[in-house]
């Protein structure tokens, strides 16, 4: 299967995924080399320190230019079978990431894939290094605004992946998530 986003092609193989960053002919043709190689890099370095702070992640198998090569995780997406465990469960490895000052930058159900009982994060496209409350606060609010989108009981799978957060994470980030819905532009009073 081959996926095109804005950003990246993905191929999906039977054992591996391959991930190939898309030349933009806007950009001046070494300085998109340069962005594509360096966010490659990065992509590649954050998996790699995700997963050694105990969160579940493709492992990375080769890295070279534009291209990731990765494991292929077999199983369906959280958004397919979600759960107030599940979401619990999500919420702690989130924490983990950002024990490590590890920004998912696009925490979603369809980015996170269950295997073999284990949550797997994938799509590290976005991420980033922060160690600062509101981008991890942003992190935790996307998410809650994916479970708002797709699901009746969201309110219930939000609580749990909160509970699940504070076991790890801070409870200052987790007020911080009240603040930036606060600040949303279409705030229900």
Do not use: Q
């Amino acid at each position: 299967m081959i996926y095109l986003g804005g950003e990246a092609e993905v191929r999906i193989l039977d054992e591996v995924v391959i991930k190939r960053r898309i030349s933009k002919r806007y950009r001046i043709k070494e300085l998109d080399e340069e962005i594509r190689f360096k966010r490659t890099r990065t992509e590649a370095k954050i998996i790699s320190a995700a997963r050694k702070v105990g969160v579940a992640t493709p492992i990375i198998l080769d890295v070279e230019g534009d291209t990731i090569v990765m494991e292929r995780i077999k199983g369906p997406t959280a958004k397919d079978c979600m759960n107030k465990d599940l979401c619990r469960e999500i919420g702690k490895s989130l924490a983990k990431m950002h024990s490590a000052n590890i920004i998912h930058g696009d925490v979603t159900p369809a980015n996170i894939i269950v295997s073999k009982g284990k949550i797997y994060f994938v799509d590290f496209g976005l991420a980033y290094f922060d160690s600062d409350v509101e981008a991890k606060g942003v992190d935790l609010h996307v998410f809650i605004e994916s479970l708002k989108a797709l699901y009746d009981d969201w309110e219930e799978l939000r609580n749990s992946f909160l509970d699940g957060y504070l076991e790890f994470g801070s409870r200052e980030v987790v007020e911080r998530v009240k603040e930036i819905e606060l600040r949303g532009r279409y705030v229900r009073r």
